[in-house]
């Protein structure tokens, strides 16, 4: 196929409003992208375990995002539900944002993360610092 004619233009495969799937297969081989990968979606809903509320990025989707914590000292956990629910529990990667989040995960006393098809819970030891995680979550089949 000459992809020549391809270039400059952007396609649009199934709708926004029902659910619909791209499959790329590529055997043994590889699927190969050049530019970045963009998520977008709904922003899924973020709340704290021990009080207050924390902020999520407004850009955050299902598959990636930022959301930091309050000031407030009782807080050891950040949920966040997601706005679909996956048909299994997604692959999360949580990364520090800031140094008081690099501390948190730094600590011997308890960081981890875990999703189910519904919410990802980012677990740490409390913190009385305003602290901001990153995900990328991704499901497997």
């Known amino acids: ?19 619909s799937a791209l499959n790329l297969n590529s055997g043994t081989g590889r699927i190969n992208m050049t530019g970045q990968l963009v998520s977008k979606g709904a922003v ?6 021990g ?3 924390p902020t999520i990025a407004a850009t955050s989707t ?15 956990a950040i949920t966040i539900t997601f ?6 529990a997604p692959v999360c ?3 520090a944002a800031d140094s008081d989040a690099a501390v948190a995960m730094g600590s011997g006393t308890g ?3 875990d999703a189910t ?4 819970t980012i677990t740490f030891p409390s913190q009385t610092a305003v602290t901001k995680f990153n995900y990328f979550c991704i499901k497997n089949e």
């Not at 899924?44 to 375990?49: F, I, L, N, R, S």
């Open 111 to 113: 960081f981890f993360a």
């Open 93 to 95: 990667i949580v990364q």
């Open 62 to 76: 299902d598959t990636a995002g930022s959301v930091e914590t309050d000031a407030n000292a009782a807080v050891s």
């Open 1 to 19: 196929m000459d992809t020549s004619s391809l270039l400059g233009i952007s396609v649009t495969v199934g709708s926004t409003g029902t659910t």
């Open 117 to 120: 098809a519904t919410v990802l």
């Open 83 to 88: 706005a679909a629910t996956y048909t299994a």
């Open 44 to 49: 899924p809903v973020a709340a704290q375990v």
């Open 51 to 53: 009080g207050g509320t």
